[in-house]
């Protein structure tokens, strides 16, 4: 411990196991501020406890708003002379083992009025015999460095503020911290491809490049076009079939083979001669009959389709023709397609190789993959993170064994609301059963409030700043103890300041951090 330390007050009557009244002393109010380290000295027990300073206020004991006292009636004795003083209360963390290495144990004592109360203002002050861990950053004032518990990682954990408070650099700390020292492999899905892909560009995958379904398609047209899916779904998924297969009925013949349900060899057989047997209609009928649709994403990863708007419209207006369709449906299904959806669209599903499973292999080969999803429709991008998550269950299941992978979903409140369709399942599945496989998820996030209820209550750590609502400072409170940090606290932060909280935090009780500086 450094041979001096500063003297700001004595322990008033009144504490607890949890909080100790403060009274400062005059001269040295200028140094007690709120969320600094202090050591409370208990001569008496030879005990020395650890805390934080919280809820500073500044009294006089003749001005209060509940007494009526001769000031009232007389404000100029004000000039006569007042008796104010600055008191606060001490956020108790723990007592300090004695020893070499001086650890925090549970507070089972209150600490004694009239104990000695001292600022920690550096390393060599106290101490601590903190574990090693991740180092995102260090206590405000004091500069102690506050270790996250790894062993937390698969508890999952929340990151929330208002936009401009760093927290992209938080999760940058702790990725590199992850890389560096566990052997956890890590996805982000970088929801602007301005935050992450940018510093790890040797490990980006364009979601672009990923293969999507034909459902998923079908839904794209649908939603971009306004046409309604009671009318339009069924033509247009059958036209996206037929564009498919027509396709490789072209280029690559032997792929339709390959694209047929395997059954027995018999059936397999069967189902050839009457494939090979059949012609027009009929061929693509049972071509649709048989059609493997796992099978078909992983052909159009291997060997992509190249989509054409002419092409794809002319087949469009074949299939209402061949399912019944109206001629005013046909008609306004080909003017949605040349002037809603245009070149671009089609141009957009082209050129796509890489599957679900390619990006899991990416990240525990390398051990870190960014997806930047920046470029596609949010349909897209929250089909994208289910389908990695799936693949992820899919490893599990099979192999019955923990997958050490942390997911980070940048801008989570798109991708973990309860209207967020597929990656919602996806996210909530990994919050609700992944600790017990190594699997754990990091979301950021500006709203609180957005992140499903049932997503929230299993996270075990947080990092919040100032926020964006009151709404969310009421829904984090509500599923943790802030010991006393208040909506006007958050409020004050700077950039990159974050209180820890939760599972991951090895001081008990939040504490005010500065993340540290990434490159």
Known sequence: MGDILQLIGLVGSGSTTTYAPLIIWDRYEHIAKEEQLVLIKDSKRDIEYLGILRSIRRYEPFLTTYRRTSYVDNPELVKSGTLPHSSGYIALIGIISKGLKRTIVETDLPPNPGSEVYVIESQDDVNLGLEEGLEIGFHKY?????????????YHIGIVGATGTGKSRLVRALVEEIKSKTDYKIIIFDHTGLDYTPYYSEYRVEAS?????????????????????????QYIIYAILKYVFEYYLKTEPSI???????????????????????????KFKKFLDNLDFEKLLEVMAEKPVKWDRGEFKRIAMAAIDELGGRTGTKIRLGVAIDIKLGNS???????????AKDIVDKAFSNKLVVVD??????????????????????????????????????????????????????????????????????????????IDPEI??????????????PNDYNELKGYMDLAGITE??????????FYLAGLMNPLRIPILIRVKEVE
Not at 410 to 430: F, K, L, V
Request: glycine share 6%.
């Open 373 to 450: 999803l920046s470029t596609e429709d949010m349909v897209t991008r929250r089909y994208i993170v289910a389908n990695v998550v799936k693949e992820l269950w899919n490893i599990i299941e099979s192999k019955r064994e923990p997958v050490k992978t942390v997911v980070v979903v940048d801008e989570a409140h798109n991708y973990a609301c309860r209207n967020c369709g597929e990656s919602h399942y996806a996210i909530t599945r990994i919050a609700r059963e992944g600790r017990k496989w190594g699997l754990g998820i990091i979301l950021a996030t500006q709203r609180i409030i957005d």
């Open 456 to 469: 929230r209550s299993n996270i075990n750590t947080w990092l919040f700043s100032k926020l964006q609502t």
């Open 256 to 282: 339709i083979d390959e694209l047929m349900k395997k059954g027995t060899q018999e059936d397999s057989s069967k189902q050839r001669k009457l494939y090979e047997g059949s012609i027009g209609r009929d």
């Open 345 to 355: 669209f089609f141009e957009s599903l082209c050129n796509r190789n890489l599957l």
């Open 488 to 497: 006007q606290s958050l409020a004050i932060l700077g950039r990159r300041e």
């Open 209 to 233: 490049n990923i293969v999507i379904d034909v459902s998923l398609i079908t839904d794209l047209i649908l939603r971009r076009t306004g046409l309604d899916a009671r009318t339009y779904e």
């Open 142 to 154: 004091s500069g102690i460095s506050i270790p996250l518990d790894p062993r937390g990682l698969q």
